[in-house]
């Protein structure tokens, strides 16, 4: 029996290196393993890559067939290996131990779950649908110091109730509005003795008077004048969600495209429309500030006044953070304290909130903004195997989950579908006429 030379023998394989793009092999040193990539004496390329090696289970916590995103003190290092001094007076990392909410984490959940307790700075989750993304936010609250001041925002008031039954005692539940409306209020309650109202169609009249007071109500004929009303009321909304800057054409021009907003056939009437947009949301900000405003109002005159947070956190979280407004970013911004950590947790596949003011490149932004570091969370645990391999063609970080179903994916004409659906089955469409139809349809059958 031959034996194999000791430099014969093949090292398990790791990712790529990120640097010079050679194969990673495991290394050993001073009792470390770590991979080390092969082109050091080729190329004298020197980076390695930690493992996070667990001498207990003798396992990797991370699947190293898939590059992890660097985190700070973790994953990811390009440069010199740091010496044993360097190592030993290197902040030591805290064990994360099994949860009974989550006995069998997948390797993105632990990754996310080691960023929150050892690493720093801010964090950016792209979380793909059905991936337990719930789930794995309700873990990183209990995994919190209960004397850090944290906050879990979610997208609506219904979906902020769900998660806050699930959080530890220590952790708030709100929705993006009520950071923006304890500003607002705070300040009323120094400068009013008014507690302050909500009226929602605040400024659908203001636009009606506006137009009035102008003259163009008078001299529009009926169909350009319904163009000026659409254009001054989207204008009204939309310059406010976006935060655009007061007298910005440039900004204007791109609101307007955007949204598609209608635009009359006069330049001289479009001008003036767009100049009686900011008239308009000037006095409505006055009217917020003596307490009557409306919802968008609850974000827009703490940020443009600068009025001061009513409690700012140690760390926030933001689920739903794909259909984040530019005026809702920055009320995040300025609600966590200096030195204190966000997390955001979102799908840019699932962004579909545009039309109401939401940036389509929300991820984009706050990676740029902050400076986040990108996590994956790419297991569904909802679709069959066949169904995970049909959205890849849209999104390819989307994983089925170890042991899911098949599935079946078929084709359907539209001369079969009444015979062919049976009751108990679900018809979903992404637009309501096709749907009504196929409703009729079943109803005739």
Known sequence: MRYEKRSE????????????????????????????CTGYKTKGCDTWVATSWDPTTGT???????????????YWSAGPRP????????????????????????????????????????????????????????EVAHLLDPAKKAVFVAFNKSAAEQLKNRLPRHVKAQTIHSLGLASLLHHLSGSTERRGELVENKYQALCRSALTSSGLERALESTQLEFARALLRGLVDQLRNHLIDPGSEAGVDEVIRRHGLPEPRSEKVTKAV??????????????ALQGVYDFTDMLYVPVRHGLPPRSAYDFLCVDEAQDLSPLQLAVVLRSVKDGGRLLF????????????????????????KTGA???????????????????????????????????????????????DVKPGALVVCRTNAPIVAACLDLLAA
């Open 9 to 36: 023998r093949r090292k398990p394989q790791g990712v790529r290196c990120p640097k010079c793009g050679e194969p990673t092999v495991l290394r050993r040193r001073r009792g470390e393993h770590f991979w080390g």
């Open 60 to 74: 990797y916590p991370f699947d190293m067939s898939k590059k992890v995103p660097y985190v700070p003190g973790g």
């Open 83 to 138: 010496s044993t001094s360097q190592r030993k007076s290197a902040p030591k990392r805290t064990a994360i131990a099994p949860s009974p909410r989550l006995p069998s984490p997948s390797s993105y959940q632990r990754a996310i779950f080691d960023f929150v307790v050892n690493g720093t700075g801010h964090g950016v989750v792209n979380a793909t649908a059905g991936s337990g993304k719930t789930t794995t936010l309700v």
């Open 274 to 287: 767009r100049a009686l947009a900011w008239d308009v949301i000037d006095q409505g900000v006055r009217m």
């Open 345 to 368: 947790v979102g799908d840019r596949h699932q962004a579909i909130y545009g039309f109401t003011g939401a940036d389509p490149a929300s991820m984009e932004t706050i990676v740029a």
């Open 373 to 419: 570091i990108e996590l994956p969370l790419s297991v569904s645990y909802r679709c069959p195997s066949s169904h995970v391999e049909l959205a890849r063609q849209f999104s390819s970080d989307i994983e089925a989950a170890p042991g899911a179903v098949d599935g079946i994916i078929r084709t359907i004409r539209d001369d079969q579908f009444a015979r």
